[in-house]
């Protein structure tokens, strides 16, 4: 078979995360030590471990935001360090450092997902505003749609992080604590939209 074609049996088989011999260390501490593994296209994995295990901070890691002391992190196939496509990923944190004074609406926090390095100064489009009222519906906040996000309860705030997250269709959605805050029923109709 000649290497340079893709079949659709091997297509979904490519490699999105690929960690090699990762150590971190937080004041002199090993936090995580020669840590290898890959992550394939459709799959789901899920980190469980106790607090301070470093499941944070490995997934800080994978979307840049701290530097591995040894290893490489691959993204989509290419060194984070040269990786430009962050656009294909979204992210949720453990928890959101943002002023809840921000006059920011809930619309206009789940738009700014739609914008990267790349199309920080464009127009929204039609299209755009088709993918935030499809994420709002997603996550069932289309109601709280012109309300300031520091007005919302934390569940709401959530949910709200949670549609910016998924406004892009991203390639790779990696959330930390995803459903804290979050009613069973809201985490129900989240779990099936992500399968």
Not at 88 to 115: C, D, W
Request: aromatic share 8%; glycine share 8%.
């Amino acid at each position: 078979m000649n290497p340079e074609v893709k079949t659709a049996e091997n297509q979904c088989h490519e490699s999105v995360v690929s960690l090699s011999d990762i150590t971190f260390r937080y004041a002199g501490r090993p936090i995580i030590q020669q840590l290898n593994f890959t992550i394939l296209e459709r799959d789901f994995v899920g980190l469980i471990g106790s607090n301070g295990a470093g499941k944070t901070t490995l997934l800080r890691m994978i979307v840049g935001l701290l530097k591995p002391d040894q290893g490489e992190i691959r993204l989509f196939g290419h060194p984070i360090e040269r990786f430009k496509d962050w656009e294909r990923i979204g992210y949720v944190p453990q928890r959101h450092a943002f002023n809840p004074l921000f006059p920011a609406t809930v619309k206009e926090v789940v738009m700014s997902g739609l914008y990267g390095r790349k199309k920080i100064f464009r127009r929204i489009t039609q299209k755009d505003a088709q993918k935030c009222t499809e994420a709002l519906q997603a996550l069932g906040i289309e109601d709280l749609a012109d309300r300031r996000i520091g007005q919302l309860s934390g569940g709401q705030q959530q949910r709200t992080f949670l549609a910016r997250a998924l406004v892009n269709n991203p390639d790779l959605l990696i959330l930390d604590e995803p459903t804290v805050g979050v009613d069973r029923e809201t985490q129900a109709s989240f779990f099936h939209l992500i399968r």
